[in-house]
T-cell receptor, first 110, second 117 residues
């Protein structure tokens, strides 16, 4: 079966650092992606991991451990505009469809 | 920056009616996808399409649904005999090749909000 878990909601303060965790169990794995989704809008791509380790991209970093079925997204220097849902998604087959997690709604407070 | 265009942005239809959701993928992309997101729930894969045929579909994509590339630019999702539970945001996506580019993921369209009443 396919199962991806994320916390439902998180709250953090402007300027702080927040880590959003994701655990997954899928029948295939060809990479783990993180997407940002503002309410009523399309998901937008943030990051990608296929090998174990940390990928850094500006204020955003993503980590993957394939043996543990675990990833996290790290957001630094939080801004109000970072208030959104963050979706963990596993690319199941080579080049085909994503399995999305339920998303984590992040609220950034002043 | 190239984008995936979806029309209409919002459609209201009566239960039992047929709807067609339209998408214009990025022009040099060859792989097309439909996903849906019921309000407050996760994004779910419906179907992928390549070379004028379905390459993969989910359990959700039953006989009520069909996809078509009627010309060189449009990619449509048809829902026959709509039900209340079909109310959702429908996202179209495209990718240049069958392998998703690590630097880009997919490019999603802005979505069509379908409301069945």
């Amino acid at each position: 079966g396919q199962n991806i878990d994320q916390p439902t909601e998180m709250t953090a303060t402007e300027g702080a650092i927040v880590q959003i965790n994701c655990t997954y169990q899928t029948s295939g794995f060809n990479g783990l992606f993180w997407y940002q989704q503002h309410a009523g809008e399309a998901p937008t791509f943030l990051s990608y991991n296929v090998l174990d380790g940390l990928e850094e991209k500006g204020r955003f970093s993503s980590f993957l451990s394939r043996s543990k079925g675990y990833s996290y997204l790290l957001l630094k220097e939080l801004q109000m505009k970072d208030s959104a849902s963050y979706l963990c998604a596993v690319l199941k087959n080579y080049g085909q469809n994503f399995v999305f997690g339920p998303g984590t709604r992040l609220s950034v407070l002043p | 920056e190239p984008e995936v265009t979806q029309t209409p942005s919002h459609q209201v239809t009566q239960m039992g009616q047929e709807v067609i959701l339209r998408c214009v993928p990025i022009s040099n992309h060859l792989y097309f996808y439909w996903y849906r997101q019921i309000l407050g729930q996760k994004v779910e894969f419906l179907v992928s399409f390549y070379n004028n045929e379905i390459s993969e579909k989910s359990e959700i994509f039953d006989d009520q649904f069909s996809v078509e590339r009627p010309d060189g630019s449009n990619f449509t999702l048809k829902i026959r005999s709509t039900k209340l539970e079909d109310s959702a945001m429908y996202f179209c996506a495209s990718s240049e090749a069958g392998t998703v580019k690590p630097s880009e993921g997919y490019t999603f369209g802005s979505g069509t909000r379908l409301t069945v009443v």
